[in-house]
């Protein structure tokens, strides 16, 4: 069983991994949809890009976005915490393994991103929802006295 300081810190942990992740992913979006003038657009060929738009775009949303929504729920302690950091370490494996399978292995950023995709489901499994009821409330309306 892990305890209530073991939870916190997986919490702070996941969450902080989720946060930066969401940035990283942003700043890369950002930064493709800008040109990626040192990048080499060399890299897509014989994929369906001829430039880095539709890539960035789903890096800045759907990667991004993913890691934010996640980072938001671990921090709030949203019920869907651990279903969202899980869904959020799934989506950054599949881009991972989608962009090493379309360009290859080009960067340390591809095993680095794999690494937190891999450690941000690890955390994931080992959270637990934090609840602000104690662990053995019942959930649901008050039972009737029947009267």
């Given amino acids: 069983m892990v305890s209530r300081s073991q939870s916190s810190t997986i919490r702070y942990v996941l969450g902080g991994l989720?946060?930066?992740?969401?940035?990283?992913?942003f700043g890369g979006g950002y930064y493709g949809l800008s040109g990626a003038e040192l990048v080499s657009t060399e890299w897509l060929e014989g994929s369906p890009f001829s430039d880095y738009t539709v890539p960035?775009?789903?890096?800045?949303?759907?990667?991004?976005?993913?890691?934010?929504v996640a980072a938001v729920a671990v921090f709030v302690r949203s019920p869907i915490a651990r279903t969202s950091a899980l869904t959020a370490g799934t989506v950054v494996l599949v881009w991972i393994g989608i962009q090493v399978a379309i360009?290859?292995?080009?960067?340390?950023?591809?095993?680095?991103?794999?690494?937190?995709g891999l450690l941000i489901l690890l955390l994931a499994l080992g959270h637990q929802q934090d609840s602000r009821l104690p662990p053995d409330a019942a959930v649901g309306p008050p039972a009737s006295s029947g009267r």
């Avoid at 946060?19 to 990283?24: E, H, K, M, Q, V």
């Avoid at 960035?56 to 934010?68: A, E, M, Q, W």
């Avoid at 360009?103 to 937190?116: E, F, K, L, R």
């Fill in 56 to 68: 960035s775009v789903v890096l800045l949303v759907v990667v991004g976005g993913s890691f934010l």
């Fill in 103 to 116: 360009i290859g292995y080009v960067s340390w950023m591809q095993p680095a991103t794999a690494i937190g």
């Fill in 18 to 25: 989720l946060a930066f992740g969401a940035l990283n992913a």
